[in-house]
């Protein structure tokens, strides 16, 4: 049936049953975020390797580290890259539809992956600028692939586990950030046994044997592979119907699109949307009024979010170190801490991560998005002030599987709430000829907070003495205030939720008020539909 002047074809789409298209979708969009978290992820791996191999210094009491500037660099030029890419594709998905431009990012990330571990010459500055320049078209791909990704599965889910839909493709990048560390412990260890050397206490020189150069390149360029396996895939994928019957104004084409995956007849009808007003644009009054406030409520919660999420992940390694999970490393050569750097990143990814972005799986359609994310953001809080308030007492032996614990858990809330819901709502509230902006914009925020949480807190985490900070930074204000800070910005995470609408169980044309342009039996029909659902 078609409600008001809604198209047929997108009544069909939103009642669709779950069918084995949605999986494939699914799997397609979803190993472009296993790629993207592998690729990410996986420096933070190999970064104090890249170290010991191009800074070594002869007569240091400890192995060769990047300086400051170049760890910065290194760490989030692909951060840098990744805003810029998702506010360009994020506006070429809506300029020239969401197909053509999704097989533009995977090739581009294809490309830069092998190219970042071809970094050339064994002169360090020359190594590092290839690496970084590579890098940062890498984060200009994945990028695209944020807006691209949920607003395609936005397009095709149905009403009732749209929701579950676009958080199985986010939850990929559980898998890809795992996949990075397995992959990195199987060849560490394989290096490993085939080449011996010393621990950097006894032999400085020998504790990095030069094969080790092959092992990072090895790392970086493996994320090639998965996004290659679904190249030929994302190019078989027919255009969003909403795309096609919303923006580009085609409804007979969506119903001939849409007939073939859902396999049943949808009859083409006569173009209704022709009657719709002149569309305002992005940076009209009439934007401001519809969704001024959902916009700034996407951005401001997913750029609160990232710095106290990133700055996470980038700095486990430093706190596994801190709380002795990771040896001092003089005592191991440099595979071995390459091993147990990934062995730990592992274990965390395993024990929470993964997990968490399942719960907003299996939980997102039940619960809404809104109650997760506040949820979520709620307990990030509980969890830095349970660790930052007494941390003095964490850091004794007795009492480190605890801190583990602990900062385990603020990881799944992190999961299990806004990580994912932040990416799953700006693909659901926005009208269809700005969604894929709206989104790129909103994840753009999102690595702006990234790079805040990646350096700001690589310094504001240093010894407050200079004499114990790392070589090169200036004094911080110590870990335990840095972590006092993540808590106060996670409580401001939690309030700004309440600018964000719920989406579940209502079409998005009913979230995006498209109905209501269309002829005026449409906002009846709307209200009417979204109390009872």
């Not at 069918?19 to 296993?34: K, N, R, V």
């Not at 993540?486 to 401001?492: C, D, F, R, T, W």
């Amino acid at each position: 049936m078609v409600v008001g002047n809604k198209l047929q074809v997108l009544d069909a789409l939103d009642v669709a049953k779950t069918q084995w298209y949605h999986f494939t979708a699914i799997i397609i969009a979803g190993m472009g975020f296993f790629t993207d978290a592998y690729d990410l992820f996986c420096i933070s791996l190999v970064t104090k390797l890249l170290g010991r191999i191009y800074y070594h210094v002869d007569g240091a009491k400890s192995p060769g580290s990047l300086p400051p500037n170049v760890s910065a660099a290194v760490n989030g030029v692909a951060f840098c890259g990744t805003l810029a890419g998702q506010l360009f594709f994020g506006w070429l998905g809506d300029k020239l539809g969401r197909k053509k431009v999704y097989g533009m990012t995977l090739m581009l990330m294809v490309i830069c992956s092998i190219a970042s571990g071809l970094s050339f010459s064994s002169n360090p500055k020359a190594v590092m600028a290839t690496l970084c320049f590579f890098r940062f078209w890498l984060g200009f791909g994945i990028g695209g692939d944020y807006p691209l990704s949920a607003t395609i599965m936005s397009e095709y889910a149905n009403k009732k586990t749209r929701g579950a839909f676009i958080a199985a493709v986010f939850a990929m990048q559980g898998f890809g950030i795992l996949g990075g560390g397995i992959f990195a412990i199987i060849i560490s260890a394989a290096f490993m046994a085939s080449f011996h050397a010393p621990p950097y206490e006894v032999d400085p020189v020998g504790s990095t044997v030069p094969e080790a150069d092959y092992v990072w390149r090895i790392v970086l360029m493996v994320g090639a592979l998965p996004a290659a396996l679904t190249y030929y895939w994302r190019l078989k994928m027919p255009e969003t119907a909403r795309y096609t019957a919303l923006v580009a104004k085609n409804a007979k084409q969506a119903a001939s699109d849409m007939s073939k995956v859902l396999q049943m007849d949808i009859e083409a009808e006569p173009q209704k949307i022709e009657q719709e007003k002149i569309p305002y644009g992005l940076f009209s009054k009439e934007f401001a009024k519809r969704h001024g406030l959902h916009l700034l409520g996407t951005t401001t919660t997913w750029f609160l979010l990232d710095i106290a999420f990133y700055s996470q992940n980038l700095f486990q390694k430093d706190i596994f170190s801190a709380i002795g999970w990771i040896p001092s490393a003089k005592t191991m050569n440099a595979l071995e801490e390459v091993y147990k750097i990934a062995r730990a990143q592992t274990l965390i990814a395993l024990c929470s991560t993964v997990p968490g972005y399942w719960f907003t799986v299996a939980f997102i359609d039940i619960m809404g998005r809104f109650a997760i994310q506040l949820m979520g953001f709620f307990f990030m809080t509980v969890f830095m002030f349970a660790l930052a308030i007494p941390y003095d007492h964490w850091i004794h032996k007795d009492n480190r599987i605890g801190f583990v614990v602990m900062y385990s858990l603020t990881f799944f809330f992190a999961n299990f709430g806004p990580n994912a819901t932040t990416f799953v709502v700006p693909a659901e509230i926005f009208p269809a000829r700005l969604r894929s902006t709206c989104h790129g914009i909103s994840a753009a925020a999102g690595k702006l907070g990234a790079m805040v949480g990646a350096f700001g807190f690589l310094y504001l985490a240093q010894n407050k003495d200079k004499a114990k900070a790392d070589a090169g930074y200036p004094a911080g204000i110590g870990v335990k205030n840095s972590l006092i800070v993540l808590g106060v910005i996670n409580a401001l995470g939690f309030l700004f939720t309440f600018l964000v609408p719920e989406s579940k169980g209502k079409s998005l044309e009913e979230m995006s008020g498209e109905n209501e342009n269309n002829g005026e039996g449409e906002a009846g029909a709307s209200s009417s539909s979204s109390s009872n659902h």
